[in-house]
Structures are given as C-alpha cells and as structure tokens.
C-alpha cells in the first residue's frame, strides 16, 4: 500500500453505499480526505449520522483501504474499488458482551461523478 497522496481519489466525493440485506448510507468525504460523514438512508440506521476520522491508503489505481473507529468503539476497515463500484467490508461489533467479526460486499455508487479516473 502508498501512503495518501495530498488529495486522494475519494476525496470531495460522495457514494451511495448499498449493502445486500437493504441497508444503504451515504458517504461523504471531505476535501482532505481525512474525514468522512456516514448518513444511513436504508434500514435500521436511517436518519442516523456520524462523523468520523479516517486512515486510508491507496492499495492499487482506483482502490484504496480504508479504516476507522465509531464513537462505540467499533472498529471498521473497508477496500473501496471505485472502478469495480464495490465495498469489501469488515467490522468487530460488540453482541452480548462479545466482540464479534463481520464482512460483506456492498455496492458503491458515485452521487455527484466529478472524477474517478484522477487516482
């Protein structure tokens, strides 16, 4: 993996995120590509917002590794393939007293295209 470039790809963007069971969110990327805002717009989190503090770096032309902490504690790392549209996802989320693993694949849809082919 390369380190952020000043601008990455993503950065300025927003995506729909869809994922299989129904849930969907948009997701926000600041201009420096440090901060995301997520708002659910489909299923359980809907209405929901959060602001976060990301990591990310590039993995390959168009791909970048993403990474973050919720406010809960939860921790999520994702792979955004902006070419393919998809969203590799894992999550360590906390049911019953036990901090549990998670992955799924979710589809990713630019909201405003400005420009994918930049990174």
Known sequence: MTPVPAEPGFANRTFRYELPNGWAFLMIFA???ERLRMEGIAGPFA??????RITAARVA????FLNWIKPDGDVVSQVHDYPAGKVYAFW??????????RTT???????????????
């Open 47 to 52: 209405g929901q917002a959060l602001d976060l």
């Open 92 to 101: 360590a989320a906390e049911e019953d007293g036990v901090r549990t693993p």
């Open 31 to 33: 201009a420096d590509g």
């Open 105 to 119: 694949t979710g589809k990713l849809v630019e909201v405003e295209p400005e420009r994918l082919a930049r990174d």
């Open 61 to 64: 032309p168009g791909v970048w």
